[in-house]
């Protein structure tokens, strides 16, 4: 008698990481159309299609990269395949881009109703992990237009570049209306922050069946001290490289903008604020006296995994440069500190593809101030947090918790995050003893080079699952043509 196979897929003898609880269970994980269909003991290979053997690897959730910047550098058509390919690697499944108008990203102003649906026929049938975007409203138009996007396009995130009031990506600027592509009439500063505030408020009102899952994240940077110490540091000759990066954009200068942050949140109502890439012990600790201070507003905090690994005497010098800058280790400890103690919601990557001939034109090697700002590491995302959380005591269930559970539930993502029936089958299969080398010629990323170049890790994704299918294998690279979709978000 022959019988119809129950299951498209089953991946036997794993250790399941779930994001809840502090225990692993070993198991077989069954998919079925795209969705985990049982996660249990002792399932019969013969129920399935399809069975891979798990190897007794530790399957963890798909990871939400919730901060990318696909486009930036480089044509996004272009990134979206490469850039999620290098994600597909580090066992991301999610890929959450910011995206704005202005230089960079498309070069083009405008309304995002014009520009949007660019960005998404740019994107369609090329990214290998599934992907959606947060956007920044840059000028008072696109605040009206926070309804539309929310309802027509599943924006349900948002972005404000707070340190963009008189500074560029790179440094100081006079020009910016130039460089934001507004209007002579517009102006990008605490009043329009405090107006795009006011705009998501009000369209959680509209919209009560959403509001819990729409919300506002923000760079925090005070443009003024960046600009004032950036002046100060540039004529201190005993400083230079990434140390005189981050003295130039100095930790207060997080912490005040944090405070900014968290006023006028509270002034406008608006509950659900996200504090991007938090760098320093003065940025957290200003983001949880900002939390005792305003208990109704549902702050979350992030970090990301280059402020995890790296520190300001990083042999990558200004190929490490971003924003906020690599700090001193006394601040990566810290940030340790409070990852560990869950003070931090979520590790992501902040990956901004910036080739090498684009980072530091070879005339510049050496000057920190000529060099952009942002690196990729989505592909090390994963293997990096387990290596060093491994090392420093921090249980595997947290890490599944901090890169895929809590950002997923923040963003609108409620079918991922977790094994479990009926969540899209996303995961990462990781060797928790694999030791290896990073080199950026493996990634295949086209950036051509990483600041994490030489540091040895202890974990290796071995294989990335897409809603059941198979999008990367670490002896075979990125399988199959792209396959991601785009993330409308809340997701029902």
Sequence with gaps: MVTTPLYDLLIKNVRVVRPHGNVVHE????????????????????????????RGLLAFPGVVDAHMHSGIYSPLAEDAVTESKAAAMGGVTSSLNYFRTGQYYLNKGGPYADFYPEVLELSRGRFHVDYGYHLAPMDSTHIEEIPMLIEKHGVASFKIFMFYGSHGLHGASDSQRQFLMIGEDQRYDFAHFEFIMRGIQAAREQMPERAHQLSLSLHCETAEIMTAYTRIVEKDKSLSGLAAYSASRPQHSEGLAVFIASYLANETALPNINLLHLSSRKAVQAALMMADVFPHIDFRREVTIGHLMLDINSPAAELAKVNPPIRPREDVEFLWQALLAGE??????????????????????????????????????????????????????????????????????????????????????????????IHAKDSPSTQGYTPFEGLELSARVEATFLRGEQVYANDRGVIGQPRGQYLFRPTA
Aim: proline share 4%; hydrophobic share 40%.
């Design 344 to 437: 931090l919601d979520w590790v992501v990557s902040d990956h901004a593809c910036c080739r090498h001939e684009t980072k530091v034109p070879k005339h510049y090697f050496g000057n920190i101030w000529m060099a952009k700002s942002g690196f990729g590491g989505t592909e090390y995302l994963l293997p990096a947090l387990v290596s060093e959380g491994t090392r420093r005591g921090m249980g595997y269930n947290h890490m599944a918790r901090v890169t895929s559970w809590t950002p997923a539930q923040r963003f609108g993502l409620n079918r991922k995050g977790d094994i479990a029936e009926g969540y899209d089958a996303d995961l990462a299969l990781v060797d928790p003893a694999k030791t290896w080398t």
């Design 27 to 54: 198991g077989d994980i069954a998919i079925r159309d795209g969705k985990f269909a049982r996660v249990a003991p002792g399932v019969a290979a013969g129920l399935a299609k399809q069975v891979h053997d798990g």
